[in-house]
């Protein structure tokens, strides 16, 4: 019965060997990718098909963890459902089981997917050849399973240990590489007499248990200190010992910030915003090597546009963008995880606790690892930065390592540990006219790349110039934009040409309003107690007076 439709008979021996002939219909054709190829070879396949194939492609992905995260599992398997005729929906169960996994193989579960599902369609194919008791005796017994699975073809065991586990998770556990089993068994023999037995599953299964006793709870072999005693990695004077061509060990081809830089389009982005490809390229490079950027910059001068315009565009199916702002009462608590007064349904107030939009991110990007996910932070420097990050300051720089948060049940799986995932990216924004950078302590300095935003620098000088190119203006806005910054004495005072970047025409009308309702406002504010009139001196009228008779001084060409 189908897992996917229940009550719908969609792995018959018959339909098996249909689909297992599609699968070899076709090869694989360069430039296609997995989905793509999948969409050529089932072109004409029935919806009994397609489901079928959706489900080998579930098996395949269910228990892989980190290196492949929610959103590609989601997407391999939704490929083959929506060419469905008549669709069906992931069931809940196996789309919330998506965002976990029960181990993390190497880098060949990626790169030859093809591989395993030839794996898993040829085990499918020797499950037909069974009898009917058989089967029942190959789902009771784990060795009888394992002489289906392994049979006489030892090809990417990788993939053949993960569906031992898959159907007796009791009796195999989560380990599918073959030199893992190996170093394992030999590490830890000693705890169960020091003789191997002639079956090394029985062994890896009494191992584990003997682990569990001693420690009095579930243990992880892969999880420090019993890892140091197995791991090549931790034995620092050991050879180095050969590996499966199937297999890497723990190395994953994804990139960890969950892109490359070639995926950004900087030309279209460039387009996008009006500044210079060469400025946007250093962003982009330093968020991807740091994982952190804070654009900063006088108000106007696009600094929360450029964020969102960099966001968008690193977004890929299952990425999250988040934004928040920050402001003086913002707390740690409010940040990443606090204590919040709740009531229930009888009116009973409690404490609960709450986690913040960092600490969510955090949880989604672990799901899939695979893409970026974006906290944009507007107005980073109102609150105060010491108390919002706390000791988060420190996975900013090493996000490999786990550090204890403030709150019990604040950290990973519930725990009191927490690790910054590297497919977190932060974008802040920074109001030089609120608080100048001068003032961020060194830890803060130290941890974000910097880049500047301001009428006076490229990327923003000349900005105006280049979009009145592309929207072509009657009145002279460039030019009484420089006019007008060229008069303000306080490099931070001046105005971002933001107010004037208007995709049509700016009218006489139009602009006395820009300039009367946004412009003026913002200098009358940091010129307070100064004794300057600024209607008399920043007015439209003088300065735009003032540019016309430079225009008709300038000298005919």
Known sequence: MSAFAPGREVWSSENIREVRALWNSAEATEGHGFTGNLAIQFADASDDQRLLMAEVITLQVLPIGWIIGHAKKRERVESMLKAMRHPVEIPQVFDEAFGGGAFNPGQGMQSHVNKAITVILDVLLAWT????????????????????????????????????????????????????????????????????????????QRIQIALQRKAGKPVNVYDEPLRDRWHPDAQKSAPTLPLDDDETDDVVSADPRGFVLSEVDLTELAEATHLHEAWLGKVTNALHRRGQVILYGPPGTGKTYVARALADRLGKPGSVVKRIQFHPSY?????????????????????????????????????????????MIDEINRANLSKVFGELYYLLEYRDDAIDVLYAGSGDDGGKSFILPANVLIIGTMNTADRSIALLDSAMRRRFAFFELHPDVAPVKGILGRWSEQHPQTLPVAALFELLNESIRDREDRIGPSHLLRTEDLGEDDLRAVWEESILPLLEERHIGTGVNVHVKYGLDVLLAAVTVTADASPET
């Open 331 to 375: 707390t740690y608590e409010d940040f990443f995880a606090g204590y919040r007064p709740v009531t229930d349904a009888a009116g009973q107030l409690s404490f609960s606790l709450t986690r913040g939009p960092l600490r969510e991110i955090a949880d989604e990007a672990r799901k899939n690892p695979d893409v970026p996910h974006v906290l």
């Open 129 to 204: 050849e069974l009898t009917d008791d058989e089967q029942v005796a190959a789902l009771e017994d784990p060795r009888k399973w394992r002489d289906l699975v392994l049979g006489s073809d030892t090809a990417f065991p990788t993939q053949r240990y993960a569906l031992l586990y898959l159907v007796h998770p009791g009796f195999f556990g989560p380990i599918v590489s073959t030199d893992h089993r190996r170093l394992i068994r030999e590490a830890f023999i000693g705890e169960i007499g020091g003789e191997f037995s002639d079956d090394a599953d029985s062994d890896l």
